[in-house]
Structures are given as structure tokens and as C-alpha cells.
């Protein structure tokens, strides 16, 4: 009787054991979902467009109010890899245009994913918002439309291309000039053309003038001028000023530099002002914001910047004919996307304020309050104001993937286009990461966020497996992330969690997201691998957890991600059983030129390569071979190491893929690939 007991109970317990662990959903239900890029609105119209990725090809979604119904404008049906950016409303909402195809590499190649024989190019396109078949501009990337809405302009080669939107027109280069062209912005009334001229060692700010058909460089300097905004009335234009220092190219740490300052000229009469300059110390390095405009005007003749004097990127106003700053947000959060309202009056951001790991929209306004406009525990981002006072914007949450959305002037949030989440889309599925924090091994406090199994308690030990971000400016979040490299790193972190793993996402040091001093962590990568500590620190925390079994716990990464997952493969195999390493930097000494002796010694020695003597788990490497972030010889000058060391390590290589894959079926492989084996490592 006893032994029949011992063998119920045994089933028993098996049957929860295999119902706990039983996977919930496919990862191709997990990656099914549309990812929406680079939302933008018409100027003088309700009409709102942006990118979606769905599946493999890449398409522009449109939407018109009062009703704000999305619709696909473009109908690409390939997984060709060929991506779509930077889209752009005219004016009036007539037309919308756009960028087909990736930028090239060093050997002049476009990215070229499934090996068309008949290549693949980079051009900007146009189509009605009526729809229509889209018409090729010409070859090039960055478009800009006139606010007259006739007239677009973008680069190719350095050089400012034009062409009218009036059918049959022709394609030219609009001036030529020494240095390579980039950050075109139009006059307000659209007679003149700014830009910056990139020289190598410093930059230059011009202004085209289209009637006169003549270039007048502003205030030419050795330093690198860059953001430059008209004002309202056209009549001055300010820009960012960073004077030349060697040390700025140098990978490290940089709390404190030489000065940056705002320059504005008048353009009737020529002369130019400094109408600020960044104090010494602290935030004397200029750091733009992460999206939107750096420079705003208001109607008032206010301009906004981000400065970092007090430790947190923050926005403050000077006067045009100068004067002391005044600071328009306080507190210990970051401004992430900047843009003005349509009234002139105030600024719509995305920031971490009250809520730092996530993103919430808020209303700026010089001399009052900043007001938040997007309530709850969702992440919103890339606002898009309308003149009616509607808000388009991108937002997701823990569940629920990212998706257009508007902010109706009554307050009213509705999505723009709910058919792109699949309707068998695992969102009752999923978990809600909890954020944690954990010491690092120098004593550093760091976050994480923690993914736990559905009914987990009660059940035996699990495996675990710690994520590193890429970057390393970047902050993983309480949710679906805005960036699609780290919206499917979420979603793969949610399939593992459906597969019975523990997953700890690790925000490190050198990240963003914490303030200036967590992002310019000293020591940090080439410099002396600082980030090692935070490693070992969430290796400790789950050790010590009664939920993970310590023998079991596993490493994956992307880019400075697999950075990671090497260095710790490399320096405490006894603390990590297996990992997989996504193009991950190897050997720092080989990525950066300029360095002395003693920097490339410090850079070798904070590489996994310079370790690999103590290397004794298996790994994972999957790379693309035209990966124009991290060299793709990377992969293979580790691999000859372990090899030599009878490490054992399996691999993945996608032909003419590059860093960020193109291809959702590469997407999928790489992320199946890891699962087997991290399952034939880390489960019993």
C-alpha cells in the first residue's frame, strides 16, 4: 500500500513537474506581433504615418483623423530584408516619403540579406497618402520635404541631392561642396537649406541658399558645429558647438571635457553669438537627446537643450540674446525624445520621471510644471504632435508589444491600427518582469528585471539564464521595448520563461537610463571591463535564490551583450554553465585606432580573448558576415582560441546578414538554435 502511495504521489508530482514546465506558446507566436519605427505627423494636416515590420517585410502605415484608423500605404510582401526609414509627411499630408534599403558598408555594399542576384540599393521613395504605387526619387538616405510641401531633398555620397514632387520631375545634385553633408534642415519658408558639412576633424554649418544658388558657411571654426534649428521667423539659426579635443574619440569614460556652447547667428547682418557655454566639469560633454530635436525654439524665443550639469539629462531654456539658463525639468530621471508642440508654446518628451524603467510622455512648458499625459504602468515613446492637439506616439507594455497609438485632445488613448497583433498572439501567456536589485561584485547597486515561470513555487531548482543587453547605451525595461533589436530580445526572454527557465535581464554599468555617472562608469569595456562586477554580482543572486540550481545557470547576449557572455565564459566558467554569444565584441585592442601601447594593453587585457586560458564552458556563436557593427572576424579569431584549447563551441553564420538581422527568418533560426541549446545544456 505504502508502495503504491510512493508511485501516486510520484506521478502526481511528475505531472505538475511536466504541466509547470510545459511550453505555452511557439516563438513564431512570440515574434508575430508588428513592430512600429519612426512615427512622424503632417505639419499642417491630421494625418499621422510610420513604419511596420511584420513578419519579414517592411512597410508604411498611414492613419487620418477625426476617425484615426490605420491602414498599410505600401504593400512589400517579401522577408527580403530590405528595411524601411526615415519617413516623412509633407505639409500638407499630400505625400509620403520614405527610405528602401540599408546604408552601405565600408566596401560601398548595401545590405543585400537573401542574396539577390540582382543586388539590393538604398533609395528614397514617395507615395501618395491615397495610395498608389511608390515612385523612386533617386539613390540616397536622410530625406527631407519642404514645408511648402514641393520639393524634397536628401544625401547620397556626401552629397545634397533635389528633386520636385510634380510627376516626371528629375532627380539632381543641388550644390557642390567640399566635406560630407548630413542633418539637412529646411528655412521655414523653405528658401534657404542648413546643414552640417562633416571634415573629418571638425564640421562646419551651412546655409544653401536656393534663389541665389550660393553656400555661406556660419562662423567657421576648428571645432565641430552640429543640430542646427531655425528660429520661427527664419531669421537665426543656433547650432551646438564642440571644440576640437583628441581625447573625444577616445572609448572610456567622459563625465567632464572641454565646454560645449550654443552659437546663434543672425543671418541679415552675419554675426554670430555665444549665447551659452557649459560650465566646467560635470556635463561638459554634449550629449544630444536619443531621439527628436536637441535645439528647440519656442514662440517665445526660448531655446531648449539638454544638459547634464547636474548628473541627469535635463532641459533648459536661454533667451536668445543670452542670459542665465533656466531649467524646465529637475529631478533624477533622463529626457529621451524632444519635440515641439505644434503651438510653439511648449515641448511633448519621453522620460523616465517617477517611473525609471519605463517611459512616460510629458508636457513641458517654460515656467510651469512638467505635466505627464500617458497615465499607468505602460512604456510610450516618439511623440508626434498635431496642430488639433492630438498626440501620435508609440507605446507597448509588459504583455502587450509595441503599437502606433494617438492621444485624442480629449485624453482619450486609442491604438491606431489593432489588427497588427495577431489575434493568436500569447499576451494572457506572458509574465510581468519584477525589477530587482542585486550588488554587484565591487558593491554597486544594480537593477535587473526578473522573469519567473508561472507557478513556480513548489517546484524543484530551476535553470537560469542572465541576459546582457547590447550598446552599452541602452536600458532594458519593465516591458516590450522600443527598439526592435530589444523587442525580440523580450520576446526570446519570454519564451524561455514559457520553457521553465528563471531569466534575469541586467541592466550593467556604462548603460543608460541611471544618470551620467552609471552611464560613464569608470573602467568600463576596453578600459578595464568594469561591467565583470555586475556580472558576477547577478551570477551571485540567483546562486543564492532557493528557486534557481546553481550548477544550471546560463549566459546570452547580443553585441556588447556577447561581449559579456564571453568575458564571463572566459573569467568564471565555474559560475556559468553554458552561454550564447550573439556578434559579440572579442578582442577590444583590434576596434580601436589611435590608442598608445599602454591603452592597447589595457583594451587586450578587458577581452574575453585575453582570458580564454580559463574557459571551460561550451557556447553558442551566431554571426552575420556583413555585420557593420562589430567585425564579423571577431567570431572567428575566439573560436581559433577555443579550438586550440578543446573548448567546446558550436556555431551559426548567416551569409551577407548584417549586426541587427534583416531577415525574421534569421531572427527565428538564431533564437531556436539558442533555445536547443541552452536546453541541452542547462536542462537535466
Avoid at 45 to 70: C, D, F, I, L, M
Avoid at 376 to 401: K, Q, V, Y
Avoid at 454 to 465: S, Y
Avoid at 558 to 563: A, D, T
Amino acid at each position: 500500500m505504502m508502495e503504491g502511495m510512493s508511485l501516486l504521489r510520484l506521478l502526481v508530482l511528475s505531472a505538475l513537474l511536466v504541466a509547470a514546465w510545459a511550453q505555452t506558446f511557439t516563438l513564431e507566436q512570440a515574434l508575430g506581433s508588428a513592430f512600429p519605427f519612426e512615427i512622424t505627423a503632417a505639419a499642417r494636416a491630421n494625418r499621422v504615418a510610420w513604419v511596420v515590420s511584420w513578419n519579414g517585410p517592411w512597410n508604411v502605415w498611414v492613419a487620418e483623423g477625426p476617425a484615426y484608423e490605420g491602414r498599410q500605404l505600401t504593400q512589400y510582401a517579401n522577408d527580403d530584408g530590405q528595411e524601411i526609414s526615415d519617413v516623412h509627411l509633407s505639409a500638407d499630408g499630400r505625400w509620403v516619403v520614405f527610405v528602401r534599403g540599408g546604408s552601405k558598408n565600408r566596401a560601398g555594399e548595401v545590405p543585400n540579406p537573401t542574396s539577390d542576384t540582382k543586388g539590393a540599393e538604398q533609395a528614397v521613395w514617395v507615395v501618395e497618402f491615397s495610395g498608389g504605387t511608390p515612385r523612386k526619387l533617386g539613390e540616397g538616405a536622410d530625406p527631407v520635404v519642404s514645408l511648402a510641401g514641393d520639393r524634397v531633398v536628401w544625401t547620397k555620397g556626401g552629397a545634397v541631392w533635389a528633386i520636385s514632387l510634380e510627376q516626371g520631375a528629375t532627380a539632381a545634385q543641388l550644390f557642390k561642396a567640399r566635406g560630407a553633408a548630413e542633418q539637412l534642415v529646411f528655412s521655414p519658408d523653405g528658401s534657404r537649406l542648413a546643414f552640417v558639412s562633416s571634415r573629418d576633424d571638425h564640421a562646419f554649418i551651412g546655409i544653401y541658399d536656393m534663389a541665389a544658388s550660393k553656400v555661406d558657411w556660419i562662423d567657421p571654426s576648428t571645432s565641430s558645429d552640429e543640430t542646427p534649428a531655425w528660429s520661427p521667423d527664419g531669421g537665426k539659426i543656433a547650432f551646438v558647438r564642440r571644440p576640437a579635443e583628441r581625447k573625444a574619440g577616445v572609448f572610456g569614460a567622459r563625465c567632464a571635457g572641454t565646454p560645449w556652447s550654443i552659437r546663434v547667428a543672425e543671418l541679415a547682418t552675419g554675426k554670430t553669438v555665444e549665447v551659452f557655454r557649459s560650465a566646467e566639469g560635470r556635463g561638459s560633454v554634449f550629449q544630444p537627446v536619443f531621439s527628436g530635436d536637441s535645439l528647440v525654439w519656442t514662440s517665445a524665443g526660448l531655446l531648449v537643450f539638454p544638459w547634464e550639469q547636474s548628473g541627469w539629462k535635463q532641459l533648459y531654456g536661454i533667451r536668445r540674446e543670452g542670459g542665465p539658463p533656466q531649467r524646465l525639468t529637475q529631478g533624477s530621471f533622463e529626457v529621451e525624445y524632444l519635440t515641439a508642440a505644434p503651438d510653439g508654446k511648449s515641448m511633448i518628451a519621453a522620460t523616465n520621471q517617477d517611473d525609471i524603467e519605463r517611459r512616460h510622455l510629458w508636457r513641458i512648458t517654460p515656467g510651469g510644471s512638467p505635466v505627464r499625459l500617458t497615465p499607468g504602468n505602460g512604456i510610450e515613446w516618439a511623440p508626434a504632435p498635431l496642430g488639433e492637439g492630438a498626440i501620435a506616439f508609440l507605446r507597448s507594455d509588459a504583455r502587450t508589444p509595441a503599437r502606433a497609438a494617438i492621444r485624442l485632445p480629449s485624453g482619450q488613448i486609442k491604438d491606431l491600427a489593432p489588427a497588427t497583433l495577431p489575434a493568436d498572439f500569447p499576451s494572457a501567456a506572458l509574465v510581468e518582469p519584477q525589477r530587482v536589485k542585486f550588488a554587484a561584485a565591487d558593491g554597486l547597486e544594480i537593477s535587473g528585471q526578473l522573469f519567473l515561470p508561472r507557478n513556480a513555487a513548489g517546484i524543484e531548482r530551476r535553470p537560469a539564464v542572465i541576459f546582457f543587453h547590447g550598446g552599452s547605451r541602452r536600458q532594458m525595461l519593465l516591458g516590450w521595448h522600443p527598439m526592435y533589436y530589444y523587442h525580440n530580445a523580450y520576446a526570446f526572454n519570454q519564451y524561455l520563461v514559457s520553457r521553465g527557465y528563471v531569466v534575469l535581464s541586467v541592466n550593467y554599468r556604462s548603460g543608460i537610463g541611471y544618470g551620467m555617472e552609471f552611464r560613464e562608469a569608470l573602467r568600463y569595456g576596453a578600459t578595464g571591463a568594469s561591467e565583470y562586477q555586475d556580472v558576477v554580482g547577478a551570477g551571485l543572486y540567483l546562486r543564492n535564490r532557493p528557486d534557481v540550481d546553481p550548477a544550471r545557470i546560463g549566459l546570452w547576449g547580443g553585441s556588447y551583450g556577447g561581449y559579456l557572455t564571453a568575458l564571463s565564459l572566459a573569467r568564471a566558467s565555474h559560475l556559468f554553465a553554458a552561454g550564447v554569444d550573439l556578434h559579440g565584441v572579442h578582442d577590444w585592442s583590434l576596434l580601436r585606432s589611435g590608442l598608445d601601447d599602454e591603452a592597447k594593453r589595457l583594451a587586450k587585457s578587458s577581452s574575453p580573448i585575453a582570458d580564454v586560458d580559463g574557459w571551460r564552458s561550451p557556447v553558442l556563436f551566431i554571426h552575420g558576415d556583413d555585420d557593420r557593427n562589430v567585425p564579423f572576424s571577431q567570431t572567428p579569431l575566439l573560436e581559433e582560441a577555443l579550438r586550440e584549447r578543446k573548448v567546446e563551441f558550436e556555431e551559426i553564420v548567416f551569409p551577407d546578414e548584417v549586426h541587427d538581422f534583416l531577415l525574421q527568418k534569421n531572427w527565428l533560426r538564431a533564437y531556436h538554435a539558442a533555445s536547443d541549446f541552452l536546453d541541452r545544456k542547462l536542462k537535466k
